[in-house]
């Protein structure tokens, strides 16, 4: 237990020094990361000693997988607040930033979101679809420019580099969702094969059942995954107007790649479910 309450200490530690710095994506992910531990602790607490450990994390893999996730929040955690505004003015530099693609990229972001913000606030709902378009577009082209002066790059540079260089982002929205359906698969599994044994009913009933609920899981998971990517990016972004920028999420673009992924997730979670139960009823009297 000594362990549980380094990490509650440390949680405590480290959501204080986040307040006012970072987003509440950051200090809520933490706090799942930090959930994950604690129900594998009760597992282990209350679970028999011949019980295999809480899948598919064992006691001995969760310290990597906090260091990880601690890794990532500091990654791309931190996102630009100062200076926004809805007047379409650019927060200019003294001097100017280094031509680093990962620089112009978020830069270009912000461009995107102040246009974003100007439109609402200027046009928003009392102008045809058209109108607010052109508003955002011409307000965005003048902030790139700006954009492109302070970095010494093309126009072309900054507008091509939105949507790019922000693999650490999307993986650190998608990891805590692909980590939950991880257990949700297992326990959805479990309970399968307790309900249709093998012993009492043949393995026809399970298979069919588990072949089944893949499906349903691996299309919950696919909806459920974009919408938690949307609520994760507009709390990374702050602002609650995605506009055109949902299109480019890593899920929305890759949706049939994570069907079958989730579809995969379920398969191996199934396979691992009926081991173990094969497993204990040849360790059975």
Same mark, same amino acid.
């Given at each position: 237990?000594?362990?549980?309450e ?6 405590s530690?480290?959501?204080?020094s ?17 959930? *994950?531990?604690?129900?594998?602790v009760?597992w ?7 019980a ?10 969760? /310290? ?13 955690? @931190? ?7 809805a007047? @379409?003015?650019? /927060? ?5 930033? !280094?031509a ?5 990229? =978020?830069?270009?972001?912000?461009a995107?979101d ?5 439109a609402?606030?200027?046009f928003?709902?009392?102008?045809? %679809? ?8 011409? @307000?965005m082209?003048?902030l790139?420019?700006?954009? =492109?002066?302070?970095? %010494? ?5 900054v507008?091509?580099?939105l ?10 929205e ?6 939950l @359906? ?6 959805v ?6 309900r249709?044994? /093998? ?8 298979v069919?059942?588990a072949?089944f609920l893949?499906?349903?899981f691996?299309? %919950?998971?696919t *909806? ?5 990517c949307g ?6 972004? %702050?602002?609650?107007?995605?506009s055109?920028r949902?299109?480019r999420?890593?899920w929305?673009r890759?949706?049939?790649e ?6 995969l ?8 479910g009926?081991?173990? *139960?094969?497993? !204990?009823d040849?360790?059975g009297?």
């Open positions: 237990m000594r362990g549980r380094a990490v509650k200490k440390y949680q530690h480290m959501l204080g986040w307040t006012g710095s970072w987003d509440a994506l950051t200090a809520a992910t933490f706090r799942f990361a930090v959930s *994950l531990y604690d129900i594998s009760v282990r607490s209350r679970a028999p000693n011949n295999p450990a809480l899948p598919p994390f064992s006691s001995r893999t969760w /310290p990597g997988l906090m260091l990880a996730f601690v890794f990532l929040l500091v990654t791309v955690g @931190c996102v630009r607040r100062d200076g926004r505004n007047d @379409c003015q650019w /927060p200019s530099s003294p001097t100017r930033r !280094d680093n693609p990962r620089h112009i990229s =978020a830069d270009a972001e912000f995107e102040l246009a974003i913000r100007y609402d606030a200027h928003g709902h009392s102008v045809s %679809g058209e109108e607010y378009e052109a508003a955002r577009d011409r @307000c082209a003048t790139f420019a700006q954009v =492109a002066s302070e970095h %010494g790059v093309t126009v072309e540079q507008s091509s580099s949507g790019r260089n922000r693999e650490y982002i999307d993986l650190a998608i990891l805590p969702f692909a980590l @359906c991880c257990f949700a698969a297992s326990a599994a479990r309970k399968t094969w307790r249709y044994s /093998p012993g009492e009913h043949g393995w026809a009933p399970g069919t059942m072949f893949s499906v349903v691996a299309a %919950g998971a *909806l459920l995954g974009e919408v938690w609520i994760a990016e507009t709390h990374r972004i %702050g602002n609650n107007h995605m055109h949902f299109a999420l890593l929305a890759r949706r049939a994570f069907f079958a992924g989730a579809l997730v379920f398969g191996l979670a199934a396979v691992e009926a081991r173990h *139960l094969r497993s !204990d040849l360790s009297p």
